[in-house]
Nanobody, 115 residues
Framework: QVQLVESGGGLVQPGGSLRLSCAVSGPIFSISAMGWYRQAPGKQRELVATIIRGGMMNYADSVKGRFTISRDIVKNTLSLQMNSLKPEDTAVYYC?????????WGRGTQVTVSS
């Protein structure tokens, strides 16, 4: 079973940057896609960015040009570089891994963008 542990969240001022990391363990070579999702208070969880096995990336319109997803197969990590952060980016960010139709989730890391 895949296990995911997120880190790197925190408090940052508007316009600042953060880098989230997700440590991956388990049958990593069975993973077909990985991604970052977020959930703000009172809102549904939403897709932020995904990367599939072939390397194709997909981003939510709200983060295009500001966020970059990457995967390091050697280090078994998934990262999300977040630049030009806005207050509306405040949320709990979750790491996701897909094996066939099964989805695995981490516990999340809080990102707060505030002055």
């Amino acid at each position: 079973q895949v296990q995911l542990v997120e880190s790197g969240g925190g408090l940052v001022q508007p316009g600042g940057s953060l880098r989230l990391s997700c440590a991956v363990s388990g049958p990593i070579f069975s993973i077909s896609a990985m991604g970052w999702y977020r959930q703000a208070p009172g809102k549904q969880r939403e897709l932020v960015a995904t990367i599939i096995r072939g390397g194709m990336m997909n981003y939510a319109d709200s983060v295009k040009g500001r966020f970059t997803i990457s995967r390091d197969i050697v280090k078994n990590t998934l990262s999300l570089q977040m630049n030009s952060l806005k207050p509306e980016d405040t949320a709990v960010y979750y790491c996701n891994a897909q094996i066939l139709t099964e989805g695995y989730w981490g516990r999340g890391t809080q990102v707060t963008v505030s002055s």
